[in-house]
């Protein structure tokens, strides 16, 4: 979700009951349509960061153009295109470049709606329905990331201490990471948030360099990615913890007194 050129820089059976043959293949038939239907959408996920990564600036304009426009509209800003497909805002001292595209973000955002609606026959009005969703998903998200950036940076790395690089970088894995947490608010599945975004962010990263015979990724970009992801998880399971034994408490307490 962050790139390398930052966003808005400034410069069985139940009960045991036997199964039977017919159902062990109806069984089998939707295990296979499942596996299927996921290696399908893993081949598209990987064809679209592979298309993004190659992607010039003037070739994601569909994201960037629309980004400006909304910002220009609901921000007060006056960002302009230039030559190299960027957008520049001289009075506020933003630019917008491809990071802030997000197609990281779009990526994660479409396997999220497709996740939350996984009971539906997959086909490809679904897959386009849910883009569409997830490319207004990721407009919202990208200019709540640079209000916020044009408007609280500053004050974030001065209250926390952080250099502006890290603030910058916090604000954006919050909005990110939020947005997408409220996406699949409802479908299910907790870790689906947490799953989608570090495997977007970081996984295929990773797995992209070893393939590549590189290095790897930065050991602090992994850092800060995971960080806010994990906490939440952490503390929702905590959270989860904390109200299974103050339910344990009442049902005991209630037991002792009848």
């Known amino acids: ?66 980004l400006a426009a909304l910002l220009n509209a609901i921000g007060g800003f006056t960002f302009a295109p230039l030559a190299s497909g960027e957008w520049l805002d001289a009075n506020a001292g933003l630019v917008i470049v491809k ?42 998200a990208n200019a709540v990331r640079i209000l916020l950036i044009a408007h609280g940076q500053d004050d974030l790395a001065r209250i926390t201490g952080l250099a502006d690089a890290d603030s910058h970088r916090l604000i954006g894995i919050g909005v990110y990471f939020g947005a997408l947490s409220l996406q699949l608010v409802g479908s299910r599945t907790v870790l689906a948030a ?4 570090l495997g977007i962010a970081v996984f295929l990263p990773w797995l992209n360099a ?18 806010i992801p994990l906490a939440v998880v952490l503390g929702y399971g905590l959270w989860r913890l904390g109200l299974h034994f103050a339910h344990a408490r009442r049902q005991h307490d209630e037991s002792m007194k009848s």
């Open 1 to 66: 979700m962050t790139g390398a050129e930052p966003c808005g820089s400034r410069s069985l059976c139940a009960g045991g009951n036997p199964v039977s043959p017919r159902m062990g293949m109806s069984g089998a038939g939707m295990m296979s349509r499942s596996v299927l239907r996921w290696s399908l959408i893993l081949l598209l996920a990987l064809a679209f960061k592979e298309f993004y990564a190659l992607a010039g600036t003037s070739q994601l304009q569909w994201l960037l153009w629309p």
């Open 99 to 140: 990071a802030c595209a997000g197609g990281n973000f779009l990526l994660a955002s479409w396997l999220g709606y497709l996740w939350r609606w996984r009971e539906r026959p997959f086909n490809t009005s679904l897959a386009l329905y849910a883009f569409g969703a997830a490319w207004l998903t990721t407009l919202v």
């Open 194 to 197: 947490p799953v989608l975004y």
């Open 210 to 227: 070893v393939l590549s015979g590189r290095d790897g990724i930065s050991v602090s970009h992994t850092a800060w990615t995971a960080a």
